[in-house]
């Protein structure tokens, strides 16, 4: 990860340990280690070290030997957290808390862990969630609906810093028969990303249903990446019933075209999906080389906030954070609203805009509030926002 060549194991107590790979006698891989009661046994001349890299044992050497006392062996802290580990890789002085997301803590709300390498630059697999166009073309019209018609839908589409510049999130919204659909989605910096419900169909009022996954996109090397997270399973999501449990885990998620394994090179060609688009932009897409539109907005937001924060950071800086409301938990905007507004004489587009706008007011507004009211707060304030609309011309009465 991050560059770095790293061991992860399991020692015989049950405590993960992350440490640098090769041994810090002669270099040997630890991945041949053998686990010990407590932390890792090198093979090669049986070096003893704990997770947090103390010497403990330096087998072959005389007992007056200091090697123990004058050497540490690099190590990082890990937890687990619903299935997958994570580690914190910075300045242990500057360690934050864990970031608990709202989405990570919801009742009744099961979370299937998962992970995808892509042979990819992970800056362009990390800023496809800012880039809601392509769920038009590449999800649907280009393929016939990976996910569901109304995804086809031209939508208007906004995105917005967060405060303090710590992410951004968009407001995707389209007309769908009877119902104006909008979906909020988020990047938080450095890597986090929350799509809404991965297979919403705009056949019904809903509001604020949450996430359909969350990840995180982590550089491996500058051409390699993995992504790692949850898909959410919940009563409140895929009413359909598309998703399947049974297809998300290590190396696969639950639906098409995501990894380089599950399908042919022809079958990509066929059918292309994420995987395709963003493999064949390269190992490192050149930026010199493209001509971005008026879509990629988001996108080019994405950059420009990373850019900013690297240089901050390396001014010594602390990295943007999203700070957590009352109950530990950091809110977030990912969701989806569709409401009910039959089609009118007012100009279509510029409702659609409204509505989009008023939805992601209300949803930044609302972020403070406690999870268990906030849903029921954001049907009151977009019904009420959206009887004003009509009030003032803007949408149908
Ligand atoms: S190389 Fe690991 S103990 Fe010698
Ligand atoms: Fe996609």
Known sequence: ????????????????????????????????????????????????????????????????????????????????????????????????DFP????????????????IDYPRNWLQVAENPMDPWHSVF???????????????????????????????????????NEYVWVRTAENMFPAVAQPPDIYQDADRELFFPRVGITKWTV??????????????FNPTLDRGGKGDRAKVGLGKVDFLGQTGTERSHEEGQRMPSDYEAQVGQGPITVHAEETLGSTDKGVAMLRRGLRR????????????????????????????VIIRVPKSNVDDVALQREVG???????????PMPAATRQA????????????LGAAGAAPG
Not at 41 to 54: A, E, N, Q
Not at 377 to 388: D, P, S
Request: aromatic residues 8%; glycine residues 10%; charged residues 25%.
């Open 219 to 232: 550089p491996v090397d500058d051409r390699s990446c993995r992504i790692t997270g949850w898909r959410h």
């Open 309 to 336: 924060a690297i240089r901050a950071v390396a001014a010594g800086e602390d990295p943007p954070r999203a700070k957590p409301n009352a109950d530990g938990t950091i809110p977030s905007f990912a969701g989806d």
């Open 138 to 176: 590449l999800h649907t019209r280009a393929t016939r609906a990976h996910f569901n018609a109304a995804w086809g839908a031209f939508p208007v589409v906004e995105w917005h810093w967060m405060e303090d510049r710590v992410g951004i999130y968009l407001t995707n919204s389209r007309r769908w």
């Open 1 to 96: 990860m991050l560059g770095e060549d790293l061991v992860l194991f399991r020692d015989l107590s049950g405590r993960h340990g992350l440490l640098h790979k090769h041994c810090s006698h002669r270099r040997t891989l630890l991945e041949y280690g053998i686990v010990a009661e407590r932390g890792i046994r090198c093979c090669y001349h049986g070096w003893l070290f704990d997770i947090d890299g103390t010497i403990l044992e330096t087998p072959g050497e005389p007992a007056r030997s200091r090697i123990r006392e004058t050497l540490c062996h690099g190590a990082y802290p890990v937890r687990e957290r619903d299935g997958p580990l994570f580690a914190y890789l910075g300045p242990p002085e500057k360690t934050p």
């Open 377 to 388: 707060e954001i049907e009151r304030r977009v019904r009420a926002g959206l009887a004003a």
């Open 100 to 115: 608990v997301l709202d989405t990570m803590a919801q009742p009744g709300n099961d979370m299937v862990p998962y992970s």
């Open 357 to 367: 706008r008023l939805v992601g007011r209300v949803v930044a507004e609302t972020l």
